[in-house]
């Protein structure tokens, strides 16, 4: 890949603004991210962090009262994508947006049906994936969320009973079925014990390889942990982004926060 | 901790209303078996004629209630038939397509129709006969067809809103993990929303059923008669439980003939319950294929 290409941000961030009812949730947001890693968004809970996440692939507008100004850029699999266009840019149907970037929520989500079906419904219905493909396409995934060996022999079971990371690690691989280029993780461990948090966190550091991760953490110790790259939110509004958080500590990222909370 | 007296008086009244379900239920089913199970047999059902010849409706029967089952059973039939698709249809658009003001409009016909007394809903239909014969149909009479058709139009609102309630039931949660996986909206519906709401419309279904099979006003104005033998057909004269047990109470001339009216109910119970069962198990197949893997 030649330096210019590999300099592109995988998601440019412009004048973006989105309000509820007129109620104006993020005010203004412009940033870049660059590729390779793990990009996350941290800040208080209700800053506006999951709104943000959500107008990357549109969800804002399945729910009422949305209104969504500014734009969003993509970068997927080497092409630039408008996910808001202008007048005269070419647009990606949202359905098709939605399957080339992913999305995992702070609670599982799971289908209520089984757990092969979760992962082999969206892939016939959504993408209209052949059914000889399907056995291998859902195998595929199941192992990328490392979860394979936990359900292998349990594929009709409903996806209910699986444990909370097991239901996690099922909503990833759901996403990952898909084959998408980018994955949007909201809170993805907020609702996991240590051991099963952590496992996810390490699912995300492989997977950051080889598709650009875009994650909402609550936590400032996982936002050092996994973050390359750390946008810091605050009353709807982006207060700092950081390119390299090498040597730094908890109590430096406290700062930031009282900083930004000091200076509205 | 200690409870005041009126949380004390609240728990005791609650518990009590609780209990009362229960007991009026087995009270009541209670009677009607003990006073209908007795006088239960093939005499009850089929009179003095062979129940073969009778199933096949080789010969009449004249005083057994074989022909009143048949009869329900096809007037709760048709009635579903005729009532299913548009109930379920008009709840999931009442609930996923319609704008706000198609819901009010929508919403208040449904609540103005769930509140039209059946006996209405029955002199609208002996109305429409009339007015059939008077203008394009002259042999137009009551019957069978009729009586469903009228039938259908007095559970469509209890459809409509048990669905419209399922479906508003669905999780939004549920909503947004569809739409994220890139279904889109009618796809979602059809793979996910309908069947998560399936149980809840079953709930109405059941409801559905259950006022079709014991209504009495309705069909009393659209064909229902106490000797018609095996229906004959969609515009035929049809006979049914419901009716028969209103026609013994009234007109009985001996305690054998009561007793009949108490066959009569238990049998209807029966023919609600096995309607209930077969739509539970089609609910249960379907499920099983939407949630496996096939
Ligand atoms: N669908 C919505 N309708 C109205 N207000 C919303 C909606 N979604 C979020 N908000 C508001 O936007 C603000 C930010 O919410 P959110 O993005 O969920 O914050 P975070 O994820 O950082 O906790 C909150 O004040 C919330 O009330
Ligand atoms: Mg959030």
């Given at each position: 890949?030649?330096?210019?290409?590999?300099?592109?941000?995988?998601?440019?961030?412009?004048?973006?603004?989105?309000?509820?009812?007129?109620?104006?949730?993020?005010?203004?947001?412009?940033?870049?991210?660059?590729?390779?890693?793990?990009?996350?968004?941290?800040?208080?809970?209700?800053?506006?962090?999951?709104?943000?996440?959500?107008?990357?692939?549109?969800?804002?507008?399945?729910?009422?009262?949305?209104?969504?100004?500014?734009?969003?850029?993509?970068?997927?699999?080497?092409?630039?994508?408008?996910?808001?266009?202008?007048?005269?840019?070419?647009?990606?149907?949202?359905?098709?947006?939605?399957?080339?970037?992913?999305?995992?929520?702070?609670?599982?989500?799971?289908?209520?049906?089984s757990v092969y079906r979760n992962l082999a419904m969206p892939l016939s219905v959504a993408m209209g994936c052949p059914r000889s493909e399907l056995d291998d396409r859902v195998q595929d995934a199941l192992r990328q969320a490392d979860l394979w060996n936990e359900v292998s022999d349990r594929l009709e079971m409903p996806a209910e009973r699986l444990s909370g990371g097991q239901q996690q690690r099922l909503c990833l691989a759901r996403a990952l079925a898909l084959?998408?280029?980018?994955?949007?993780?909201?809170?993805?461990?907020?609702?996991?014990?240590?051991?099963?948090?952590?496992?996810?966190?390490?699912?995300?550091?492989?997977?950051?390889?080889?598709?650009?991760?875009?994650?909402?953490?609550?936590?400032?110790?996982?936002?050092?942990?996994?973050?390359?790259?750390?946008?810091?939110?605050?009353?709807?509004?982006?207060?700092?982004?950081?390119?390299?958080?090498?040597g730094m500590e908890e109590k430096d990222l406290e700062k930031m926060f009282e900083g930004a909370q000091m200076h509205p | 901790m200690k409870h005041s007296i009126p949380f004390l008086c609240f728990r005791l009244l609650t518990g009590f209303s609780a209990a009362l379900v229960p007991t009026m239920v087995c009270v009541l089913m209670g009677y009607l078996l003990m006073r209908g199970v007795p006088v239960m047999g093939k005499e009850l059902l089929f009179g003095s004629t062979p129940p073969l010849d009778a199933v096949f409706g080789r010969a009449p029967v004249w005083d057994g209630l074989w022909p009143a089952c048949v009869g329900t059973f096809w007037l709760v039939v048709l009635t579903m038939l005729l009532a299913l698709f548009p109930g379920t249809g008009c709840g999931i658009f009442l609930a996923e397509l319609a704008s706000p003001l198609q819901k009010k409009i929508l919403g208040a016909a449904v609540d103005m129709l769930a509140g039209m007394p059946s006996i209405v809903m029955g002199l609208f239909g002996f109305m429409l006969i009339l007015l059939l014969r008077h203008t394009i149909l002259p042999d137009a009479n009551t019957g069978l067809l009729l009586a469903a058709g009228c039938l259908a139009?007095?559970?469509?609102?209890?459809?409509?809103?048990?669905?419209?309630?399922?479906?508003?039931?669905?999780?939004?949660?549920?909503?947004?993990?569809?739409?994220?996986?890139?279904?889109?909206?009618?796809?979602?519906?059809?793979?996910?929303?309908?069947?998560?709401?399936?149980?809840?419309?079953?709930g109405g279904v059941v409801l559905a059923v259950g006022?079709?099979?014991?209504?009495?006003?309705?069909?009393?104005?659209?064909?229902?008669?106490?000797?018609?033998?095996?229906?004959?057909?969609?515009?035929?004269k049809f006979e049914a439980l419901s009716f028969d047990i209103y026609y013994v109470s009234s007109q009985y001339q001996n305690q054998q003939e009561l007793l009949h009216g108490f066959g009569a109910a238990a049998l209807l119970l029966g023919i609600s319950c096995l309607l209930l069962a077969i739509a539970r198990l089609l609910e249960g197949s379907f499920r099983r294929k939407w949630q496996g893997k096939a």
């Amino acid at each position: 890949m030649d330096k210019l290409h590999s300099l592109r941000p995988v998601l440019s961030v412009g004048g973006l603004s989105v309000s509820f009812f007129q109620h104006t949730v993020i005010h203004n947001v412009t940033m870049d991210v660059p590729k390779g890693g793990i990009a996350v968004i941290v800040g208080r809970s209700g800053s506006g962090k999951t709104t943000l996440l959500r107008a990357i692939n549109r969800l804002n507008e399945e729910m009422p009262g949305c209104r969504t100004e500014g734009q969003v850029n993509l970068l997927l699999d080497g092409e630039s994508v408008a996910v808001y266009p202008g007048r005269g840019e070419r647009s990606i149907p949202v359905a098709e947006l939605r399957r080339r970037v992913g999305m995992v929520f702070q609670t599982p989500q799971v289908f209520p049906v089984s757990v092969y079906r979760n992962l082999a419904m969206p892939l016939s219905v959504a993408m209209g994936c052949p059914r000889s493909e399907l056995d291998d396409r859902v195998q595929d995934a199941l192992r990328q969320a490392d979860l394979w060996n936990e359900v292998s022999d349990r594929l009709e079971m409903p996806a209910e009973r699986l444990s909370g990371g097991q239901q996690q690690r099922l909503c990833l691989a759901r996403a990952l079925a898909l084959r998408p280029d980018m994955l949007l993780l909201d809170e993805p461990t907020a609702s996991l014990d240590v051991r099963a948090a952590r496992h996810v966190e390490e699912l995300l550091m492989s997977l950051s390889e080889r598709l650009s991760v875009i994650m909402v953490s609550h936590g400032l110790a996982q936002s050092l942990r996994l973050a390359s790259f750390l946008a810091v939110m605050e009353s709807g509004t982006l207060v700092r982004t950081l390119d390299e958080v090498a040597g730094m500590e908890e109590k430096d990222l406290e700062k930031m926060f009282e900083g930004a909370q000091m200076h509205p | 901790m200690k409870h005041s007296i009126p949380f004390l008086c609240f728990r005791l009244l609650t518990g009590f209303s609780a209990a009362l379900v229960p007991t009026m239920v087995c009270v009541l089913m209670g009677y009607l078996l003990m006073r209908g199970v007795p006088v239960m047999g093939k005499e009850l059902l089929f009179g003095s004629t062979p129940p073969l010849d009778a199933v096949f409706g080789r010969a009449p029967v004249w005083d057994g209630l074989w022909p009143a089952c048949v009869g329900t059973f096809w007037l709760v039939v048709l009635t579903m038939l005729l009532a299913l698709f548009p109930g379920t249809g008009c709840g999931i658009f009442l609930a996923e397509l319609a704008s706000p003001l198609q819901k009010k409009i929508l919403g208040a016909a449904v609540d103005m129709l769930a509140g039209m007394p059946s006996i209405v809903m029955g002199l609208f239909g002996f109305m429409l006969i009339l007015l059939l014969r008077h203008t394009i149909l002259p042999d137009a009479n009551t019957g069978l067809l009729l009586a469903a058709g009228c039938l259908a139009l007095l559970v469509l609102p209890v459809l409509a809103a048990s669905t419209r309630e399922a479906m508003n039931a669905v999780p939004r949660s549920l909503r947004l993990a569809a739409a994220a996986s890139g279904f889109s909206r009618s796809q979602a519906l059809f793979h996910l929303f309908l069947p998560a709401a399936a149980k809840g419309i079953l709930g109405g279904v059941v409801l559905a059923v259950g006022r079709a099979a014991e209504d009495t006003a309705v069909i009393l104005f659209t064909g229902v008669v106490a000797n018609a033998g095996l229906p004959a057909g969609l515009f035929g004269k049809f006979e049914a439980l419901s009716f028969d047990i209103y026609y013994v109470s009234s007109q009985y001339q001996n305690q054998q003939e009561l007793l009949h009216g108490f066959g009569a109910a238990a049998l209807l119970l029966g023919i609600s319950c096995l309607l209930l069962a077969i739509a539970r198990l089609l609910e249960g197949s379907f499920r099983r294929k939407w949630q496996g893997k096939a």
